[in-house]
């Protein structure tokens, strides 16, 4: 089992920046797949990033390819999404998934875990 907590959302101009962090505990981090996802309000939810267990593989959706960054830090048991040069449509609540996977994820139904998600809004 592996519990996850998302944090670091919140209110942002246009063009600002924010990082959300995503705390997990109870498995070996590592072994884990990890992935950001997010869903505005009426839309499923869709693929941002995901990164490999060791950290040396990454995938990008391609509308944030070149604006957010993943990356993970096993001895601290946390993933991060760094988004920069943030848009209005990056407006939505976003959760960070885990699978028990040696490279990267980047589909919604094949995680096995996910945390409660934490609200992004983006004023034009």
């Known amino acids: 089992q592996v519990q996850l907590v998302e944090s670091g959302g919140g209110l942002v101009q246009a063009g600002g920046s924010l990082r959300l962090s995503c705390a997990a505990s109870?498995?070996?981090?590592?072994?884990?797949?990890m992935g950001w996802f997010r869903q505005a309000p009426g839309k499923e939810r869709e693929f941002v990033a995901a990164i490999s267990g060791s950290g040396d593989l990454a995938d990008y959706a391609d509308s944030v390819k070149g604006r957010f960054a993943i990356s993970r830090d096993n001895a601290k048991n946390t993933m991060y999404l760094q988004m920069n040069s943030l848009k209005p449509e990056d407006t939505a609540v976003y959760y960070c998934?885990?699978?028990?996977?040696?490279?990267?994820?980047?589909?919604?139904?094949?995680?096995?875990?996910w945390g409660q998600g934490t609200q992004v809004t983006v004023s034009s």
């Open positions: 109870g498995r070996t981090f590592s072994y884990y797949a």
């Open positions: 998934g885990a699978r028990s996977y040696r490279n990267t994820v980047t589909i919604v139904r094949n995680y096995d875990y």
